[in-house]
């Protein structure tokens, strides 16, 4: 029978959770890395014992862990993270010339086809990437040397990259988002990059209609259609249908079009997940009702998933990395919480239970579908 | 020989549970007690000091002998007492920025 692993990152540590392909009985083991913030865990599609991890402390900075063995053992690998070149400044939150300074890792994208190759998301915004299994870094400056990099400004978590997607059908094809600057992509396996955001509308830029400026909150993809991307936008649920090249809002009936997570299920490329949050001053789920929302029509029809969460009297958050699908059938959805939940369903949504209910502030979930 | 005290952040990076000692060739300085620290533990490269500008990460400081020696260059020698082993070096997490 299929097994499950599931990555948590939290605000004092990781931890791993694994089941059988029923999904009702978990162990836990953690936490790793005790005391420090764990960004994000991800595993290598093409190894799944090959797990890379992002852990940082205000005293100490970056670390990235690596492990061999799913999980079980870790090994610190190389933390220096150097911009090409002079990098610049981007705009501070007033407007003003900022200088680029790296602070921490959001995200860790493993090749799809090479465990020893791995992409690092991270702020001040820029994509670096590994060939020798984290050992060493290398910034593909490309997407900073765009042009547009002096107008890019942080969102309220910092200017972060937080979304690397690998198109299956083409490996030079990548998508990337940074907060607050938008969508990019390359064709050329990251020497240069454009901005992918016509028809985003953002009414906190001078320009709403900008080239850059926009504070994308998420991205997905369905790897059997890699022209088609799903976008949590600080505003706005956002559809491209040519890889980018334009956006659609898809908003619908969604009681609040705020929100971070987005995700697509895995058996159903029209079938979309995010969980709407009240606004970007009140960071929590509106009404005090935990709603997962369900588009089987790739957006615009939305229906809120409630079995088995709290209707009442709960104000979380779920943050943009803390959401992922396995391949299991039916599909199984996991989401992570501020107030330290990791909920899960088996039927794709239908209703949820909770894995665990208290651990430290949720971050970041992965799942790893293991035979 | 060099003592080493490292905060409990640290020691769990390096999978330690007491204080380092090292053997130090010529003058114990910060840099060069930091410098044999990160040969011993490389995984403690960039997490005491930056990686490019090689100063103190701003959240912790160095303490030995009731003195805060922080902010003394890192080619100074360091206290007598340190050097001997007789006391030793602190690296100590800032109270806030955990």
Known sequence: ?371 | MIRVELPPHLRGLAHITREVELDIQGVATQRSVLDALEIRYPMLRGAIRDHISQKRRPFLRFFACGEDLSHEQPDAPLPDAVASGAEPLLIVGAIAGG
């Open chain 1, 1 to 371: 029978m299929s097994r499950v692993r599931v990555l948590v990152g939290t605000r004092k540590g990781a931890f791993i959770l694994t089941a059988d392909g029923t999904r009702q009985h978990w162990d836990v083991s953690g936490p790793h890395f005790a005391g420090w913030e764990l960004f994000h865990l991800k595993g290598s599609p093409a190894d799944p014992n090959r797990i890379y991890a992002s852990q940082w402390t205000g005293w100490s900075g970056q670390i990235i862990q690596r492990s061999n063995d799913g999980g079980g053992t870790w090994e610190a690998v190389g933390n220096k993270f150097a911009y090409d070149g002079v990098p610049g400044t981007h705009q501070w939150y007033d407007g003003t010339p900022h200088p680029w300074e790296f602070k921490r890792v959001w995200h860790l994208e493993p090749s799809l086809t090479d465990p020893e190759t791995v992409y690092a998301g991270v702020e001040d915004a820029a994509l670096f990437r590994s060939n020798d299994g984290g050992q060493n870094w290398q910034e593909l400056s490309g997407l900073r040397g765009h042009g547009s990099g002096p107008h890019w400004q942080p969102g309220a978590g910092g200017m972060c990259l937080h979304t690397i997607i690998q198109d299956p059908s083409n490996p030079d094809r990548i998508f990337i988002a940074i907060s607050a600057a938008g969508a990019f992509r390359t064709d050329d396996a990251g020497k240069t990059w454009r901005p992918i955001n016509r028809g985003l509308r953002s009414q906190y830029i001078p320009d709403p209609a900008a080239e850059v400026g926009h504070c994308v909150h998420h991205m997905a993809m369905h790897r059997s259609r890699p022209g088609v991307l799903f976008m949590q936008k600080h505003w706005d649920v956002m559809r491209s249908d040519n890889a980018g090249e334009s956006w659609h809002e898809i908003s619908g009936n969604l009681p609040t079009d705020f929100g971070f997570v987005i995700d697509v299920h895995a058996h159903e490329p029209e079938t979309v997940y995010v969980v709407p949050i009240k606004s970007d001053s009140e960071h929590y789920t509106p009404d005090g009702k935990l709603r997962v929302y369900r588009s089987r029509t790739g957006g615009n029809e939305w229906e809120a998933l409630t079995k088995g969460l709290p209707q009442a009297d709960c104000y979380i958050n779920v943050l943009r990395d803390a959401m992922a699908v396995d391949s299991l059938d039916k599909c199984g959805v996991y989401f992570g919480t501020t107030g330290g939940q990791v909920y899960a369903s088996a039927d794709a949504g239908d209703t949820w239970m909770p894995i665990v209910r208290d651990f430290p502030a949720v971050l970041s979930i992965e799942v790893q579908t293991l035979p």
